[in-house]
């Protein structure tokens, strides 16, 4: 049997003050690092959406209404999950296409190239875990999902499939709704189990090899009832790295089950990133 594999806020009342209102849709932009005007205050930031394995990117798009309504340039990342190193170089191909600040939203296994492009990119001025990894160097997905007991990614919840480059590892659908989509509704879940992307094998054991920037804010957002990355380990991780910790009341898929908790995150991390 293979190595094991690779994670929620009670928004405050003051929430639905900063949730309110809307605005101007804006498309993401072109322009290299060297064209911006990276620190001007006049200038929103990007916020960029990472998904992590068993996902894609439309499962970030209540969060991309919001945000595209309140104005904010937004790119969600098709996020290769074939291992961290090189999908942490397609994250920061991506980065440094973008002028201006950027906003990094990273969630589940997404922690590890969220993390990695962030100290490689002085543009990103804070990052937004979301039920996801905060590694350090050394650290593989394995090694944190299976630190504390409480992940069902394990067994027949699993489905491999080879692939020319290795094995490919999916959530059976029939467990999809108890080990990732707690929270979702079934007709949610019937789509969501279907349009998972995989993970390789091989990325769930290769290591983080820098720390995220001890400098830039960070926030975590732990998911309550996580079967996938458990909840202890989630606070652990949040603790180690002095993040803000927020919780949703959902299990990992946070983006899909618990978006507001989400969007409220992102604008705590837009204020700091001012």
């Known amino acids: 049997m293979m190595k094991k594999i690779a994670r929620a806020l009670t928004v405050p009342l003051v929430a639905a003050a900063v949730l309110g209102g809307g605005g101007a849709a804006l498309a993401s932009t072109g322009a290299t690092h060297a064209q ?23 499962s970030w ?9 309140k104005g904010y340039p937004v790119v969600a990342v098709a996020n290769p ?25 990273g969630h589940s296994y997404a922690g590890f190239p969220i993390s990695d492009a962030a100290a490689e990119d002085s543009a990103v001025k804070a990052l937004v875990y979301v039920a ?22 394990t067994g027949s919840n699993l489905i491999t499939r080879a692939e020319p480059g290795g094995t490919d590892i999916y959530i059976n659908p029939a467990d999809f709704a108890s080990v990732y989509a707690g929270g979702l509704s079934p007709a949610q879940v019937a789509i969501a189990s279907v349009v998972q992307r995989p993970i390789t094998a091989s990325a769930l054991a290769d290591p983080a090899t820098v720390n ?25 991780m949040a603790a180690r790295a002095h993040a803000h910790v927020l919780t949703a009341n959902s299990g990992h898929d946070v983006p899909q089950a618990a978006p507001q908790v989400v969007d409220y ?10």
Not at 36 to 58: E, R, W, Y
Not at 81 to 105: E, F, H, K, N
Not at 265 to 274: E, F, K
């Open 36 to 58: 911006a005007g990276k620190n001007s205050p006049a200038v929103k930031p990007t916020i960029v959406l990472v998904h992590g394995a068993f996902a894609d990117s439309s």
């Open 61 to 69: 798009s209540s969060e991309i209404a919001f945000l595209q309504g």
């Open 81 to 105: 999950l074939r291992d961290v190193a090189s999908d942490s170089a397609y994250l920061l191909s991506v980065l440094q296409t973008i002028s201006g600040p950027i906003v990094l939203v």
């Open 132 to 153: 996801a990894y905060i590694p350090e160097a050394g650290e593989t997905p394995a090694d944190l999902t299976y630190m504390y007991p409480g992940s069902e990614l």
């Open 212 to 236: 995220p920037p001890v400098a830039t804010p960070k926030w975590e957002i732990v998911a309550l009832h996580d079967n996938a990355i458990p909840t202890k380990a989630e606070f652990f």
């Open 265 to 274: 995150a992102i604008l705590q991390a837009v204020q700091s990133a001012g």
